[in-house]
């Protein structure tokens, strides 16, 4: 069997001329263009999206401080001078100010109770082996997908007969499980990202289960709270459904019952610019929230990516 060496490069005398070998001319500027034409048509289709996104909005808010003619007469033209009246006219005619407490008392009542609830569930989940963990885990996440249009008859019928219909605290204990699947699936992935290191140091030191999950735990995990609890009050605060069926009593519609109200009454009697007025407050806590909690929202979405 004949074997062959690799003949080492002899390398080059002293003196001697070196040739330069090109690289393919049509390589890197034929790259370089695609690149470029893939971030032009990006940008180019977020600067659409934000057009199409942003526009509605502002043009609700340019709306609702014009008068009723100038709302037919010149939709996309600028107010001829602004009519707070319509705001006023809104909150207090309209009974938006009442729409608005009970609103505020069933979405942060709720929101508490899933976050204080779901952050309990998701941590003994996420850091404890149990006979049926996953089976528990993979029950939330089931609950994710099951249609809540499903439920709305056995849920009319066992919320009245515990006594919870057209009640506050009843329409705050369905808000609350509706939301805890989401909230448990969400914090569970999170949880698991925390260092363990931490809790068995402060069980070393003698503290309880329960003082390790409040004062060690919880802190620890607060960009995840604060995202899953945005997502959380954006949907309490825009739903539409639940209330409308086990909430009737008119003392105690939430604010989303209050516009449907309100477009029907204000239809017949023409005052567009107290709709207009009445729907950019329902948007304003919500335009807010998103823009003060912003960084922690992104925050906790990517704090499982990076650690």
């Given at each position: 069997m004949k074997t062959t060496e690799a003949s080492a490069p002899v390398p080059a005398e002293s003196g001697a001329p070196v040739v330069k070998v090109d690289a393919p001319a049509g390589g890197p500027p034929k790259e370089k263009k695609e690149g470029t034409f893939l971030n032009a048509f990006s940008h180019g289709m977020l600067v659409l999206w934000a057009f199409m996104v942003v526009m509605p909005l502002l043009w609700a808010v340019m709306t609702s401080f014009k008068d009723d003619k100038s709302i037919f007469s010149s939709p996309w033209s600028l107010p001829d001078k602004l009519h707070f009246d319509n705001w006023s006219r809104a909150w207090t005619q309209a009974n938006m100010s009442d729409y608005f407490l009970n609103t505020a008392l069933v979405v942060g009542g709720s929101l508490v109770g899933t976050l204080v609830l779901g952050s309990m569930a998701a941590y003994v989940l996420a850091r404890f082996d149990f006979p049926g963990n996953r089976f528990i885990y993979y029950l939330f996440v089931g609950g994710m997908s099951f249609p809540i249009m499903l439920a709305l008859v056995p849920l009319?019928?066992?919320?009245?007969?515990?006594?919870?219909?057209?009640?506050i605290h009843g329409l705050i204990l369905v808000y609350i499980a509706y939301s805890l699947p989401f909230t448990v699936f969400f914090l569970t992935a999170f949880f698991r990202t925390l260092p363990s290191s931490v809790a068995e140091a402060a069980f070393v030191d003698g503290a309880s289960h329960s003082r390790t999950f409040f004062q060690i735990m919880l802190p620890m995990a607060k960009p995840g709270l604060i995202s899953v609890g945005i997502f959380n009050f954006l949907g309490q605060w825009n739903q539409y459904m639940l209330p409308t069926v086990l909430n009737t009593d008119p003392d105690k519609r939430v604010l989303t019952q209050g516009l449907v109200q309100?477009?029907?009454?204000?239809?017949?009697?023409?005052?567009?610019?107290g709709l207009f007025a009445g729907l950019v407050m329902a948007m304003l806590p919500v335009l807010a929230a998103y823009i003060v909690f912003q960084r922690q929202v992104v925050a906790g979405l990517t704090a499982g990516a990076l650690k």
């Open positions: 009319f019928y066992v919320v009245n007969n515990m006594g919870l219909l057209n009640t309100l477009a029907v009454s204000q239809g017949y009697k023409g005052d567009w610019s």
